[in-house]
C-alpha cells in the first residue's frame, strides 16, 4: 500500500502564481486534513475534512481552499501565493471521523518556496 | 482553549543514555495526549497516546509517557537512546473529546543522539 501520497514534493512559485497541491490515500480513511510546519512553528492545521463532502477551516485557512473530490482526494489551492505561505505542507488521513481513537497517517510532505 | 508547550526545541543525549522530553498541556476538557515522532524527510508517525485509563502508556520503539494531571504533564521517555532515535518529536493535544476532535501540536523537539 502507498499510505497518503502528496504531489508534487517541491515546487517553487512567485508570489501571485496560483497552484493545487494534491493528496490521495488508499486506505479508505473517512477524514482527510491539511497541515503547515513551519520552522520553530510545529504543524498547524489549514482545513480537513472529516468526511466525504463535508470541508472545515482549521487554525490557519486564510489563503487557502480546499476540495474533497472523493473519498481517496484531497486538493489544497492557493489561489494567489504569498511569501508567507512558503513552507511545507503535509496531509494526512485516519480511518474514523478524528484523530482521537485512530492514528494519523501523514504523507511525506511538498516543499513549497514563495519568492 | 487546548495549547502544548514542549520544554526544549533542542536535546542532546548520548547514545545509551536516558531521553526525556518534556511536555506540558492546558486543556478546558479531559486530554487526549499524543507524542508523533517525524524522522528526516518524512511525515510524522504516532509514537504514543493517552485517552483514559492507565497513566503509563508505551508506545513504539521503547517509548513511554506518562500522563500526571496534577502536573499537567505528559512527558516522554526511553531508557536507553539508540542512534536511531535521532528525530523530531512533537507532543499533541486534541482540541475535544469524542470521535472528532483536532490536534493541537507543540513546536516540537529536535532530538539528537551522540555515539
Known amino acids: 500500500n502507498a499510505g497518503v501520497t502528496q504531489t508534487p514534493k517541491f515546487q517553487v512559485l512567485k508570489t501571485g502564481q496560483s497552484m493545487t497541491l494534491q493528496c490521495a490515500q488508499d486506505m479508505n480513511h473517512n477524514s482527510m486534513y491539511w497541515y503547515r510546519q513551519d520552522p520553530g512553528m510545529g504543524l498547524r492545521l489549514i482545513y480537513y475534512s472529516a468526511s466525504e463532502g463535508t470541508t472545515d477551516k482549521g487554525e490557519v485557512p486564510n489563503g487557502y481552499n480546499v476540495s474533497r473530490l472523493n473519498k481517496r482526494e484531497f486538493s489544497l489551492r492557493l489561489e494567489s501565493a504569498a511569501p508567507s505561505q512558503t513552507s511545507v505542507y503535509f496531509c494526512?488521513?485516519?480511518?474514523?471521523?478524528?484523530?482521537?481513537?485512530?492514528?494519523?497517517?501523514f504523507g511525506s510532505g511538498t516543499q513549497l518556496s514563495v519568492l | 482553549a487546548q495549547s502544548v508547550t514542549q520544554l526544549g526545541s533542542h536535546v542532546s543525549v548520548s547514545e545509551g543514555a536516558l531521553v526525556l522530553l518534556r511536555c506540558n498541556y492546558s486543556?478546558?476538557?479531559?486530554?487526549?495526549l499524543f507524542w508523533y515522532v517525524q524522522y528526516p524527510n518524512q511525515g510524522l508517525q504516532l509514537l504514543l497516546k493517552?485517552?483514559?485509563?492507565?497513566?503509563l502508556v508505551k508506545g513504539i520503539n521503547g517509548f513511554e509517557a506518562e500522563f500526571k494531571k496534577s502536573e499537567t504533564s505528559f512527558h516522554l521517555t526511553k531508557p536507553s537512546a539508540h542512534m536511531s532515535d535521532a528525530a523530531e518529536y512533537f507532543c499533541?493535544?486534541?482540541?475535544?473529546?469524542?470521535?472528532?476532535?483536532?490536534?493541537?501540536f507543540g513546536k516540537g523537539t529536535k532530538l539528537s543522539v551522540k555515539p
Open positions: 499533541a493535544v486534541s482540541d475535544s473529546g469524542g470521535s472528532q476532535g483536532n490536534l493541537i
Open positions: 494526512a488521513s485516519t480511518r474514523g471521523t478524528g484523530p482521537n481513537n485512530e492514528k494519523l497517517f
Open positions: 486543556s478546558s476538557v479531559p486530554p487526549y
Open positions: 493517552y485517552t483514559t485509563g492507565a497513566t
